[in-house]
């Protein structure tokens, strides 16, 4: 800090306004057009003096008569000192009780204010003292998933009643914002009373300073009781049909814990402070990763994990060439099995995706195609590749373009936006069938308008028209190629992977429209929803899980906010310390020494 900003700190301790004492240089000009005067040249005239006899002044000692001279000096300082300490505001603090008629409530029920103690949790214990805080006029404002006023200047009983519906969240909480919207909710006069345990962060310190900047009285209500021993889940991962969780040990002292998800358990020893590491099957259907025993924390202690019942994606691919670079991308794929038929094998089961490549006109079964549009009514997907003759292969209504030729050296235009060639340069084929789309949705064309990449519903399911033909392409031997294809597979069989099915409590679910949920606290009809509690949701026939996995929430250690402003307080009135302005007094005093140095210079005899 420098010595200004110092200086600057102890005035505003005095003052109101300090930059006033800035005036204290108007006696620069006065000092020195005083030092600058010249002293007086005394001449005899005995005549005069014989007139004027032994005067007062002849009579005044020489320490009164420099007095006298320098008087008018001291006056002008004093004048120009009382003039400037008026303009800096001066003040002195006192205590004054006032009656709080405008009150705003801001309630932290974050993930951490779960933690329990001797049958409650840090957010009841909140709850019960912000019902004694309202006052005729109270706002609520609440800092979880995300940041709400849930009332507005309401009476008090609407208010309890309000405070009474709040429920504690497993996601985490931003008291800053919180504080900042209260701040922003609040009247000229209103009282804050901010109600949390205040274990996440520093952040909410600047907030609270600049709410008493602007002159609202903000009080703190800490509620950090519970939380010794405890031992979380941190950060979780999915990965080729595994989880893997990491667990830290937040006490002082070594911990043992053991964790679960279906029929697989993994044992861990951590030391204090110390972070383990597990990894774990993802079962068919999903279900819940349990950390044994558990705490006073229980959002942090388990990870709903969704995940398909059946995570098997079955891949027939139908070709007559060899066809390998496709087999292995498709293979590569997260919990596939490719099988692959030549025609004209007959082929049966079920399958989630069919793909046809490379087949010689005249073998395709039947059979085979009724194969494929079984796939499609069941919610399946069918692909067909580009070959030279393809219009003689007869895929009949599967096929969503209309050959007409063979294209050669073909440019390729800019994708379209969208999941499937997000973030994948498609190069141009060295040759491809010029074809018309008849349904669907081009999503690459080329040059000049043929479909590339093309996607249709057909049959209740999905179809993927792919322009490039089997061994013809440098995409096959692109990095991006298998990528394509996995993206392909969960677009036709609607599925989607295992880090889109499990978020984290604070993210938000979007349905494009309003849709039926299924959540921990019940069913609700909304167009989105937000993750504010662990557990699983289902819309649309998907369920989705949501954990906390946040270290900053699991870390319930709660240092104390005493000397920030903590304090008991009640709601109808309260004692603060206001300045008590003494700017009259000192204008006053200014006002004075001006009438005491025109007195003085009336009578030295210069007015």
Do not use: H
């Amino acid at each position: 800090m420098s010595a200004l900003e110092t200086l600057q700190g102890a005035l505003s301790g005095a003052f109101l306004r300090p930059l006033g004492l800035a005036a204290l240089a108007a006696a620069i000009p006065i000092l020195l057009l005083y030092l600058r005067k010249p002293d007086p040249t005394t001449v005899a005239f005995p005549a005069v003096e014989f007139l004027l006899g032994d005067s007062d002044e002849r009579t005044q000692r020489p320490a009164f008569r420099r007095l006298r001279r320098s008087a008018l000096l001291v006056l002008q300082l004093l004048a120009v000192a009382a003039l400037a300490v008026s303009l800096a505001a001066p003040y002195v603090p006192v205590s004054e009780q006032r009656t709080v008629e405008e009150t705003v409530v801001v309630v932290d029920r974050s993930a951490s204010m779960a933690t329990q103690s001797d049958g409650a949790t840090r957010f009841d214990r909140a709850v019960a003292a912000a019902t004694e805080q309202v006052s005729d006029e109270t706002s609520v404002v609440v800092a979880g998933g995300e940041t709400t006023v849930s009332a507005r200047r309401v009476p008090a009983a609407e208010a309890r009643e309000t405070l009474d519906g709040l429920r504690v969240t497993g996601a985490p909480g931003d008291l800053s914002s919180a504080i900042e919207r209260a701040t922003a909710v609040a009247g000229a006069d209103a009282r804050l009373v901010v109600l949390s345990d205040f274990a996440s962060d520093d952040d909410w310190r600047t907030a609270v300073s600049a709410a008493r900047a602007r002159g609202l009285s903000v009080s703190l209500r800490q509620f950090a009781a519970g939380g010794s021993g405890n031992v979380g889940i941190v950060d979780r991962s999915f990965n080729d049909g595994t989880v893997s969780v990491r667990v830290e040990n937040f006490d002082d002292a070594p911990a043992e814990r053991r964790v679960e998800l279906g029929d697989a358990s993994r044992s861990l020893a951590l030391a204090p402070g110390e972070v383990g590491q597990v990894t774990l099957p993802v079962p068919a259907g999903g279900g819940t990763l349990r950390l044994t025993p558990g705490d006073s924390l229980p959002v942090d202690d388990s990870v709903p994990v969704a995940a398909p019942a059946d995570p098997t994606v079955d891949v027939l691919v139908v070709t007559n060439e060899d066809n390998r670079e496709l087999v292995t991308a498709l293979s590569v794929v997260e919990s596939t099995d490719v099988t692959v038929a030549n025609p004209p094998a007959s082929v049966s089961g079920e399958y989630d995706v069919v793909v046809f490549g490379g087949v010689e006109p005249g073998r395709l079964l039947d059979g085979t195609r009724q194969v494929a549009r079984e796939t499609l009514s069941r919610g399946g997907g069918v692909v067909i590749q580009a070959q030279s003759n393809l219009s003689a292969v007869g895929y009949g209504d599967l096929l969503p373009v209309e050959p007409t030729g063979v294209e050669t050296d073909p440019s390729v235009g800019q994708p379209a936006d969208g999941p499937l060639t997000e973030g994948i340069t498609f190069p141009a084929p060295a040759s491809t069938v010029g074809a018309d789309l008849r349904t669907g949705e081009a999503l690459v064309r080329t040059g000049n308008g043929t479909p590339l990449v093309a996607t249709a519903d057909v049959a209740g399911g999905r179809v993927l028209y792919y322009g490039y033909p089997a061994n013809d392409s440098t995409f096959a031997r692109n990095y991006r190629y298998p990528v394509f294809w996995k993206r392909a597979v969960f677009e036709l069989t609607g599925r989607q992977s295992l880090d889109e099915r499990n978020r984290r409590t604070g993210d938000r679910l979007g349905f494009g429209e309003s849709t039926t949920v299924e959540t921990p606290a019940g069913t609700r009809e909304a167009a989105s929803v937000a993750l504010d509690r662990v557990g699983f949701y289902e819309a649309d026939g998907q369920r989705y899980g949501a954990s906390l996995s946040d270290r900053a929430e699991s870390n319930v250690t709660a240092p104390s906010i005493a000397g920030d402003g903590s304090t008991g307080g009640n709601a109808t009135s309260e004692s603060r310390t206001v300045p008590l302005a003494l700017t009259p007094l000192a204008a006053g005093l200014a006002g004075l020494v001006a009438l005491a140095e025109l007195a003085f210079l009336r009578y030295r005899g210069d007015l």
